[in-house]
């Protein structure tokens, strides 16, 4: 089978072009630390990353961050079914989406309305896809909502501290929103910019990831709460 993108057909990417490269480079399989979702996953992760870099980062579209369950994701989407209550009856965001993993959780924690967002055109087809997979009928935008005030209860982010820009970006966004009473929850594997001494640790989980892409085979991953930052932050 072949599995590119042929050079071009991305410049007009469609839904249905979309779907078809995802289908064809991912299989369906359950993250190994939420095994009650199923995602389209790839199942030769280096190969797909290293096609992404060149056929498809050249006609400007971003890495295939929707295609793997990483660690920050598993881990906030595992907490979410460990404890329903965190999300359930509320309005929920899921920033930075990807394949839609910790979007599903939330639905199935039971949460009342549920938005995925994520500027990566790819990850509205795959967060379609997998919300079909799972018998969600979910909400998705590719607005940019860093900055913005949400009307929302909970905003979830998994994975996203691991560029220094997006970081220094989300620092005072997230600070924002926890001040204005919503809920922020980050999952992440210790990366490089995550502000610590700005979160409050809810739970750790030893996370299987994949080793193409991580520097072991097992992550200690935790979830925090972001805390409301103070007009003196920096």
Known sequence: MDRSLPHGRALSLTPQSAAEFIRANTTVAAPPHVPEIELHLAAEAHDLWLK??????????????????????????????????????????????????????????????????DIDLFSETAFRLNTALNGANLLFTTQNLIGDMLDTDVLLAGDVFFDRELA?????????????????????????????????????????????????????????????LSENTP
């Open 52 to 117: 992404t870099e060149g056929e498809l980062a050249e006609i400007g579209l971003f890495p295939p961050f929707w295609a793997f369950a990483w660690a920050g994701g598993q881990a906030l989407a595992r907490y979410l079914l460990d404890h329903p209550e965190t999300v359930r009856n509320k309005r929920v965001v899921d920033f930075a989406t990807g394949s839609g993993l910790v979007a599903i959780a939330a639905h199935m924690a039971g949460a009342s309305d549920v938005r995925g967002a």
């Open 168 to 228: 220094q970006s989300l620092l005072p966004w997230f600070g924002h929103l926890a001040a204005n009473g919503i809920a922020v929850l980050v999952g992440d594997p210790g990366r490089s910019y995550l502000p610590r001494e700005h979160l409050s640790l809810l739970a750790t989980y030893e996370v299987p990831v994949s080793r193409a892409l991580e520097d072991a085979e097992i992550k200690r991953t935790s979830v925090w709460r972001f805390a409301p």
